[in-house]
């Protein structure tokens, strides 16, 4: 041993003086780590994104805590998006402790999911909530994002469908009865005649529908109003779809030409909001979120809109979409999953707090048993004395079933370059036939899927399911 140390003295001596400080300092962090580290901190804990469901939660939290069966008391930790982004991933990624349960959005869940099953960072809940009969409780479609290869890791949060907010004051105004309105063609036709100069400048003032090429989460929730979708259910690539193609085309069109009737303003700006005051906008897509939104922080638009089912691609077809969502999952190196699991059923199944997420947020609970609450019932005076949440209830149940591909993303950014690549073929032909452009649009959703289906290929664990690489 003597000899041993003997060596390692002279051996240090030969580093240079940088490198000694470094290693003392190694060594002297791990002996600190080693003698000085502190216990675990009793209880649990519970991370979340958003601060109105902090402030929802917090009340059932303590009432938890209280519990005489309690066997943990559970603490809420509020992190932005990103930094949640970054610290559930690392958890999973090098196997450290993080939360013992956590609300992560559809993008987050995603990147979870993009390993092989066994690797999920997620307890697989699949059999928790066969036993329970906890799947007959939510909204169907609303289960559908927290799925990858037939197994469930979270609970829905929400249900978020979309329908169309409009400037009644304005459409109304200029003798337009909205409820003749059933489909796409019936919007550009009856309100076609409102994209026009008011004030004689030369500009355009109002235009029909805040939609773009650059805005793919929007495109995506048209084509999955149509019955189309970037990945069929198996989370293959399914984006050169003739259904997608159509709704692609159709986009296109109402961006481009003599007088296009979409614009682009993209939800959550300034400017976009006063862009909707002046009536620039006459017409959004309107998930349950924004319309929360819009309460909040446009408070002098109270009164001038109205909601109804979006326009369907065909007669008879699905009049609402989805965008967004959220659920909460525990996470494999949870220290008490009973607890955990529990704790999660007492917030997701609570009315209270399905009541108070609508009315802060104007949300709709996924608790199919909630619909018929009285609080969805209250009409809401930022859209002109409308029962909203009704309006919201009934298309609930149609809402499409989404995809949870971690590939999603990149799908996304390659639409919007065959957006993008499709635009300006239309700009150099304006006079391009509608065949002809639903033929551009497929060649280039399959130039797009080709792009995707390369990058999925790398990913040893998904080989096998990918299409379309070559």
Not at 48 to 66: A, D, I, L
Not at 273 to 291: F, H, T
Not at 433 to 453: N, P, Y
Request: charged content about 20%; glycine content about 6%.
């Amino acid at each position: 041993m003597r000899n041993f140390l003997e060596m390692a003295v002279q051996l240090f001596k030969t580093f240079s003086l940088g490198v000694r400080v470094v290693l003392a300092m190694a060594v002297l962090s791990s002996l600190l780590l080693l003698f000085f580290s502190h216990p675990d901190r009793a209880g649990l804990d519970f991370w979340t994104f958003s601060k109105t469901h902090v402030v929802m939660y917090v009340p059932e939290t303590e009432r938890w805590n209280q519990r005489a069966d309690a066997r943990e008391p559970v603490r809420i930790s509020l992190l932005s998006g990103e930094s949640l982004n970054r610290r559930i991933l690392s958890s999973f990624q090098s196997d450290t402790p993080g939360p013992d349960a956590v609300e992560v959005y559809s993008s987050i869940a995603a990147q979870c999911f993009k390993g092989p099953l066994q690797d999920v960072g997620f307890v697989d809940l699949t059999e928790k909530i066969r036993a329970e009969g906890l799947a007959s409780k939510f909204n169907k479609t609303s289960l559908s994002p927290w799925i990858s290869r037939g197994r469930n890791f979270g609970l829905p949060h929400d249900v978020h469908p979309v329908v169309l907010g409009y400037r009644a004051d304005i459409i109304e105004a200029a003798g337009i009865d909205m409820s003749a309105i059933e489909t796409w063609g019936d919007f550009v036709r009856v309100l076609s005649p409102l994209v026009r100069d008011v004030d004689g400048d030369g500009y355009i003032d109002h235009y029909l529908l805040n939609l773009w090429e650059t805005q793919p989460g929007l495109i995506e929730l048209l084509m999955l109003q149509a019955g189309g979708s970037l990945f069929d259910k198996q989370d293959n690539l399914a984006m050169d779809s003739d259904v997608n193609a159509k709704v692609l085309a159709t986009i296109v069109s109402w961006t481009t030409g003599w007088r296009p009737i979409a614009t682009n303003a993209p939800e959550e700006d300034a400017t976009s909001n006063k862009m909707r005051q002046e009536g620039y906008i006459l017409c959004n897509l309107v998930p349950d979120w924004l319309a929360g939104m819009w309460e909040i922080y446009t408070p002098n638009m109270a009164g001038k809109y109205k909601l109804m089912p979006l326009p369907a691609w065909e007669r008879g077809g699905r009049r609402v979409s989805v965008l967004g969502g959220t659920m909460v999952g525990i996470p494999r190196g949870a220290r008490d999953f009973d607890t955990a699991w529990n704790f999660v059923k007492h917030l997701y199944l609570s009315r209270e707090v399905a009541r108070q997420l609508y009315r802060k947020t104007r949300i709709i609970s996924p608790v199919v048993e909630f619909w018929s609450d009285p609080v969805y019932d209250e009409p809401v005076s930022f859209f002109g004395d409308q029962p909203i949440g009704k309006i919201f209830i009934k298309y609930a149940p149609e809402v499409p079933e989404r995809s949870s591909s971690a590939y999603n993303s990149l799908a996304l950014n390659a639409l919007t370059h065959a957006a993008l690549k499709l635009k300006a073929l239309v700009a150099n032909e304006p006079d391009m036939a509608s065949g002809r452009m639903r033929s551009e649009a497929k060649s280039l959703l399959t130039e797009a899927q080709r792009t995707v289906a390369r990058q999925m290929a790398r990913n040893v664990f998904l080989k096998p399911t990918v299409r379309g690489a070559t």
